[in-house]
């Protein structure tokens, strides 16, 4: 089994960062892929981010060029760097993890947080 406690979320305003962490306990061997997810209010939860093993990574159209996510594997830990936000970033932000590739889909996913809010004022 494997735990993923997520931290950093808050309430910031518009144009301002965030850096969101994600700590990996218990069968870290199956945190081969990791990645961001959010859900907004009324909405479903979609893909923000995702990072490979060894760090390649791919992003939402939504966020490219503003978010960047790593990781630190020495740490067990997953980062989301979240730059330039704007009010329709404001969500619950998941970390996830499963034993195979990355991919953009919730489906895919074998491992959840359970959240941390995310909320940018105008």
């Known amino acids: 089994q494997v735990q993923l406690v997520e931290s950093g979320g808050g309430l910031v305003q518009a144009g301002g960062s965030l850096r969101l962490s994600c700590a990996a306990s218990?069968?870290?061997?199956?945190?081969?892929?990791m990645g961001w997810f959010r859900q907004a209010p009324g909405k479903e939860r979609e893909f923000v981010a995702g990072?490979?093993?060894?760090?390649?990574?791919i992003y939402a159209d939504s966020v490219k060029g503003r978010f960047t996510i790593s990781r630190d594997n020495a740490k067990n830990t997953v980062y989301l760097q979240m730059n330039s936000l704007k009010p329709e970033d404001t969500a619950v932000y998941y970390c996830?993890?499963?034993?195979?590739?990355?991919?953009?889909?919730?489906?895919?996913?074998?491992?959840w947080g359970r959240g941390t809010q995310v909320t940018v004022s105008s």
């Open positions: 996830a993890a499963r034993n195979g590739p990355v991919r953009p889909a919730v489906a895919f996913y074998e491992y």
């Open positions: 218990g069968r870290t061997s199956s945190t081969n892929a």
């Open positions: 990072i490979t093993w060894t760090g390649g990574s």
